[in-house]
Each structure stands twice: as C-alpha cells, then as structure tokens.
C-alpha cells in the first residue's frame, strides 16, 4: 500500500453576523483565526465590502462573535496498481478501477477477479456484469443465445 487510508480532524473558525430580527443563519460568515482575527487573504472582495459593512453598522447586524467549525475528513488509501504500476486512489470499498490497464482492486487493495467472472460470486447473471450493470445495454449488442442464463 503506497499510502493507508487515514482520518484527519479539521477545525477552522469563523466570525458571524446575522440580520437582526431574521434567522439566526441568515447574514455573513468570514473565516478567522480562532481569536477573531480575519483571514483576509481567503476572501474575495465581495467578503471585504460585506465585512467593513457588518463592522461600520452600515449593516443591521447582530455580531455572535467566533464560531468553530469541527469535522473529520476521510483521506482514502493509495496503492499501486500490480499490472501497470498506476497510483490508484481507493475511493471505494467494493471496487477501484486503474484507469490505464483497468485492473480492479477492493477498498482494502485486494485485486479483483477479472467481471466476468464476478457473477459467480454476486448473483447477477453474466450480462450484468460484462455490461456495467446497464440493464439497457444487455440487450444492446448482447449475444443473448451464447449467455448461461
């Protein structure tokens, strides 16, 4: 495994304001440090105009001061790909396709028998899997008379 699928907690805080009189979330949102200070440099210049508004009392605006914002954010694993050597991304816990040689692997890197073969293992019939899971498709092209239904 090139790199192990790992969890890593966020928290990035932000100064509110909201419309008085109006719900609590309708207003403005500027990202901050956690003591209040504005990151400036992470707005565009609509949230510059917005902020000088909110503090000249240009705004009708209720100041809720600094909020923190926490959440854990799921970085998937990487592997290489064992025919090609292809940096495979495991977004998924059922099947990753490489994009260069199509091999595919599951979510814990495991390589994957060839579809053809996985309606053995799935319940679907040989259609289905040679044909994506498109239920349109199977008739499409399909062989139907060379199939074991």
């Known amino acids: 495994m090139r790199q192990p699928r790992r969890t890593e907690h ?3 805080y932000h100064r509110e304001f909201s419309y008085k009189g109006k719900n609590r ?6 990202l901050c440090t956690q003591d209040g200070i504005p990151i400036k440099d992470a707005w565009g210049p609509e949230a510059q105009i917005n902020w000088d508004k909110c503090n000249s009392g ?3 605006v209720i100041d809720h001061g600094v909020e923190k914002e926490e959440w854990d954010y799921t970085h998937p694993a990487t592997i290489d790909c064992n025919r ?3 940096e495979i991304t495991l977004h998924s816990s ?3 396709s490489c994009d260069k040689c ?3 692997y599951n979510g814990s890197g495991q390589q994957l028998a060839p579809r053809s073969q996985w309606f053995e293992d799935t319940n679907e019939c040989e259609a289905d899997v040679l044909n994506n899971y498109d239920p349109e498709a199977i008739y499409q092209d399909a ?3 060379s ?3």
Do not use: I, K
Not at 25 to 30: I, Q
């Open 58 to 60: 240009e705004y009708d």
């Open 84 to 86: 090609c050597g292809t």
């Open 25 to 30: 979330h309708s207003g403005f949102s500027f």
């Open 10 to 12: 966020m928290v990035r």
């Open 94 to 96: 059922w099947a990753n």
């Open 147 to 149: 199939l074991s239904w």
């Open 143 to 145: 062989d139907l008379e």
């Open 102 to 104: 199509g091999v595919e």
